[in-house]
């Protein structure tokens, strides 16, 4: 969703910003701009919907002057994706140029009361309401002070309204936070401040993060006030341990493949927890007496097999839920209730939702993020995190791979079981490179059997979550239909749409869910389906077959071969599977 970015130092900005928002890209977006403060103290702004090489090619970023300035992605929530509805928008005066990340709320009530002061308006966002609110407050200020004057504007301004707001009369960038997250980045002489670290990682890896309601002022140093108590605030300086080169493709066609191949090694790094804080988790999860999962998409599907896992092997009844659907089931949240949140980016609208409903009703909220310093990690009680590195490609591969791992290890520490746990988790990992040396035959499967209209996928146990993530990502990403079903459900309804050459990718682990799933593609032969069976033993039922090695916990290895099927389906389809249509990596809005 909306990205943004800001910098300020003695290097021309334009390069600086094209480069950051090339990176924000993966986000999601539909239009992009960017605005400079040029030598004559005046604004200077560039901007259209469309990709930005698409941009470029008729504005020219590079063109823009100065050595400060901010650039935008935007994903349209408020305005058609027209090019007067992109950010950046200036005030009236021309002073200051806005971007913004959030939606504010009660816009059309503030836009009517400026336009009767006189504000002309130029699109149909709310961000530009903002602008001019600013604008408007600013002059009747006596001290004509920003701290002072967003202290009263939260007041009036609903919703979440994170921004950068250029200066152009002081050389100045503001960045304020109000519900999505900003992150000052700290570089030698210069300083950034954007909704996400990867989009300045090649300049500098130490960052502050920015709380709520809390302001920072970039020239050239940066001083951060909290616009509540209107005093200036410690400044805590973190170091990330992400690097340039993991943000970038390293000679892969996609990050999505990238990010595949990556589980080999970042598996271990999930399984290598800080043992004070992951023994603290099973502390907690062992005391409480309900324990809901909540996520959303992928992370859901992760929830559901945990909770399968959690009931197998810990004998626990965790619930997994959706965190759209939170809402429904808030009568049973109340102070002995701890809330696991899963999430990737640690941004998701959805969970942060359940989360607040949660923490009214007095629950503990626990969470497993990818991304540190996300709201959900800082609304969290406790935390573990995946040590997954960024995940770039919008389709989350190597972030499920992580949190089902470690939700499995928690699931063995809680039945205390941990060696166990760790021998059968690390059998999978060091299993894991079999599974990327056979992503050719993975390509020509999915060329020559699955490249239709329809697909169907079974599985049954932990398994079943996982076709359910199969399906996703090939819905997700090559677009294409298709429905995951527990292999004992098709006799209830799904069985009607099998017809001769359909197919049908039957997960049959070595576990005692072999002989059912037997029953079931038997099922599907009967009415001429063509079964993909995915197995650790080559049975006659399957017309084709992918191996897997023969391991414990074998529905793990099956993960990265349904995420290798979806992404060659993809690109097979001309699809680009970084960037799936309609979808952004992180799904701030409900
Ligand atoms: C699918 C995908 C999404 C996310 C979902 C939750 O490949 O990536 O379904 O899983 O939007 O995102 P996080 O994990 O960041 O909360």
Same mark, same amino acid.
């Given at each position: 969703m909306c990205g943004i970015i800001g910098y300020i130092g003695k290097k021309r900005a334009a390069p600086i910003l094209f480069d950051s928002l090339k990176k924000l890209e993966y986000r999601g977006y539909d239009s992009v701009g960017m605005a400079t403060i040029n030598g004559e103290a005046e604004i200077e702004i560039k901007k259209g919907s469309g990709r930005i090489e698409a941009v470029n090619e008729k504005e020219?970023? /590079?063109t823009l002057k100065g050595n400060i300035g901010i650039g935008h992605t935007r994903w349209a929530t408020? !305005?058609?994706?027209e090019d007067r509805n992109a950010h950046p928008f200036t005030s009236c005066n021309g002073h200051y140029a806005l971007v913004h990340n959030g939606i504010l709320e009660n816009y059309l009530e503030l836009k009517e009361d400026l336009k009767k002061k006189g504000h002309v308006f130029?699109? @149909?966002?709310d961000t530009e309401v903002l602008v001019h609110l600013i604008e408007e407050e600013m002059n009747n200020? =006596?001290?004509? @002070?920003l701290v002072k004057v967003l202290s009263k504007l939260t007041q009036i301004a609903k919703g979440a309204y994170t921004f950068l707001l250029l200066d152009a009369k002081n050389n100045i960038i503001y960045a304020f936070r109000k519900d999505s997250p900003i992150i000052i980045g700290i570089g030698e002489d210069e300083l950034f401040a954007s909704s996400d670290i990867t989009s300045f990682l090649a300049y500098t890896n130490k960052a502050i993060i920015l709380e709520n309601n809390q302001l920072a002022i970039l020239r050239d140093n940066c001083s951060i006030y909290d616009i509540q108590t209107g005093k200036e605030v410690e400044q805590e300086i973190t170091t990330i341990d992400w690097t340039a080169e993991q943000a970038?493709?390293?000679?892969?066609?996609?990050f999505m493949l990238k990010e595949i191949f990556e589980e080999v090694e970042i598996s271990k790094h999930a399984l290598e927890q800080d043992s004070l804080k992951f023994n603290g988790m099973i502390d907690v999860l062992s005391k409480a007496k309900k324990v809901f999962f909540l996520g959303s998409g992928t992370s859901y599907r992760a929830c559901l097999l945990a909770s399968i896992y959690f009931a197998q092997i810990a004998k626990k009844h965790f619930m997994p839920i959706l965190g759209s659907e939170f809402k429904t089931y808030?009568? $049973? *949240? @109340?102070?002995d209730t701890v809330i696991f949140a899963i999430s990737?980016?640690?941004?998701t609208a959805d969970v942060l939702e359940g989360i607040n409903i949660a923490k009214t009703k007095g629950a503990r909220v626990v969470s497993l993020v990818?991304? *540190?310093?996300?709201t959900i990690m800082r609304e969290s009680d406790q935390y573990l995190t $995946?040590? +997954?590195?960024?995940? *770039?490609?919008? +389709?989350?591969t190597k972030a499920f791979t992580s949190q089902v791992l470690i939700l499995t290890l928690l699931a063995y520490g809680l039945s205390d079981r941990l060696k166990e746990g760790r021998e059968h988790l690390y059998e999978v990992v060091r299993k894991l490179e079999v599974i990327m040396n056979q992503s050719d035959t993975i390509a020509i499967l999915a060329k020559d059997v /699955?490249?239709?209209?329809d697909l169907y996928l079974i599985g049954r146990g932990a398994s079943y979550p996982i076709a359910m993530e199969g399906e996703l990502k090939i819905k997700e990403i090559a677009y294409i239909h298709a429905d995951a079903l527990?292999? !004992?459900?098709? =006799?209830?309804?799904?069985? +009607? /749409? *099998?017809?001769?050459?359909v197919p049908c990718i039957a997960l049959v682990?070595?576990? @005692?869910t072999k002989d059912d799933m037997i029953n079931n593609i038997m099922q599907i032969k009967a009415r001429g389906g063509k079964i993909i069976g995915i197995s650790s033993e080559h049975l006659e039922l399957f017309d084709y077959y992918i191996s897997i090695p023969k391991v414990h916990?074998?529905? /793990?290895?099956?993960i990265p071969v349904l995420q290798l099927i979806s992404y060659y389906l993809s690109v097979i389809r001309g699809n680009d599977p970084d960037f799936p249509r309609n979808l952004a990596k992180s799904v701030t809005v409900l």
């Open positions: 020219d970023f /590079l408020h !305005g058609a994706v130029t699109s @149909d966002t200020s =006596k001290e004509k @002070d970038s493709k390293s000679g892969f066609p996609h808030q009568n $049973l *949240i @109340d102070k990737q980016s640690g941004e990818n991304v *540190i310093g996300s $995946l040590n +997954a590195g960024p995940e *770039i490609a919008v +389709a989350s /699955l490249n239709k209209n527990a292999g !004992g459900e098709l =006799k209830h309804h799904t069985l +009607a /749409l *099998i017809e001769p050459g682990p070595n576990d @005692d916990l074998e529905p /793990l290895l099956m």
